[in-house]
């Protein structure tokens, strides 16, 4: 399939699946993702910002809004609790994904994840800044105060990473979505308490999550001494350098956490992580597409033109994009078991086809 009529069905297929009041599925075809995430939906709603569909993506914030607006005695609870030292389940904290409809979430998943809450902030003031709409502030502003308290507060949390695992620990992919979305209202609306959180999470994230001159994927804190607890990389550290700024694309530490990415998990396409077993550990596209970004921010436009190739090559006849292909599997033995029990992987994955518009758009 050609690029621009890739363009045309990733736009199509994105908006075919946002529910009327705003949320987008995860996967149509794909039972478990039958929800919206706030990682994926805010990642689609920026491809879309960029692809000029601004009604689709403010659709989207007003969704998050909706589905958030009235937790403001829940995120008190929470503060009350963490100031009285009071011990709290990770089931008392916000959800991941939510029902279309706004509804919450309440099978079993490892719901406590904050990388979401940080990067629909980051969102919202890059949808502000594309289009001008700055009366949003005021409309969504319960729910991004919301929001604000509530990564202030539990910011250095341990809480499951992007991939929805390893919940004893912290991750700087987590805390890079948290910088960005503090960093970005903080300078939009000139608040320096959220500025000051900010630099204090870079601060952390450089102090604590550096092992051989690279970033690590997770850290925790042991005998009151924060330190890796995974020390190999994972290829969502990429999102330090873009979209969230945590440190330029071109700083020795990046640069060297890109070289370990290289090494260790690219073959055509980008895995997560050596130790994945999900899916038996394939190629994932929307990392693909976001190592591509990552180059083409460096100045690399060949070796990002070489990775939205290969993200094309994936497209099936109707140009949908699934969420990881069985090439150069890490674990083939688990792959027969993954299959049996889940069928093939998600087909639409939005998040997939959004990170093709990213990738494509940077390379304009
Ligand atoms: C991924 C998450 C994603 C979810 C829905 C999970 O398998 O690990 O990152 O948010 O699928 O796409």
New binding site residues.
Partial sequence: MEREQLINSSISIIKLNQHPSGGYV??PLFP??S?S?L??GTFIANAMDRSMETESAELFYRWVHHVLKDKRPRVDALIRKQEAKEWIDRSEFFG??YHLDGRDDLSEWGHFQLD?YGAWLWGLTEHIRITGHSELLNELRETIEITVDYLMTFWHFPNFD????FPDYVHPATLACVYGGLKALGELENRAPLLEKAALIKKFIMDHAIYEGRFVKSIHCLGEVWQPALNGVDASLLWLAVPFGVCEVNDPIMLKTVQAIEADLKHGGIQ?YVEDR?YGGGEWLLLTAWYGWYQAELGNREEAQRCLDWVMSKADKLGRLP?QVAESLRDPSSHPEWIAKWGEP?LP???SQAMFLVLSDSLK
Avoid: K, N, V
């Avoid at 992007?162 to 695992?165: A, D, H, N, T, V």
């Fill in positions: 995860a996967s478990p993702y929800y995430w990682r994926d991941t994904r979401g992007c991939w929805e695992e997560r999900y969420e998600a994955l939005l998040w």
